[in-house]
Nanobody, 122 residues
Framework: QVQLVESGGGLVQPGGSLRLSCVAS????????MGWYRQGPGKAGELVAGITSDRDRHTNYADSVKGRFTISRDNAKNTVYLQMNSLKPEDTAVYYC??????????????WGQGTQVTVSS
């Protein structure tokens, strides 16, 4: 089992910045990738950014956030971050942390955090 706890959401003005954090805890599970998803009001959920756990730390981003958001991780702290700059009202959403990986029996699972609200408004 893996528990994911997000923090860092809040209210920010357009053009402002926020940094989201997600701490993973648990045992018997090997995380291979983590990411951030979001769901805005009246919108479908979307992948915002993802990062692999290997040495290369491959990243990918939604087109809508490229150049503004940066995902990073600290494996020693089992933490993934999402630095969000130049925020826009359309970034308003609940942001969810996700972790995917394998247990000791090589069964793949996805885990989700509880979500953190990000509101961009003047």
């Amino acid at each position: 089992q893996v528990q994911l706890v997000e923090s860092g959401g809040g209210l920010v003005q357009p053009g402002g910045s926020l940094r989201l954090s997600c701490v993973a805890s648990g045992s018997g599970f090997s995380i291979i990738a983590m990411g951030w998803y979001r769901q805005g009001p009246g919108k479908a959920g979307e992948l915002v950014a993802g990062i692999t756990s290997d040495r290369d730390r491959h990243t990918n981003y939604a087109d809508s956030v490229k150049g503004r958001f940066t995902i990073s991780r600290d494996n020693a702290k089992n933490t993934v971050y999402l630095q969000m700059n130049s925020l826009k009202p359309e970034d308003t959403a609940v942001y969810y942390c996700n972790a995917g990986g394998y247990d000791g029996n090589l069964n793949y699972s996805n885990y989700w955090g509880q979500g953190t609200q990000v509101t961009v408004s003047s």
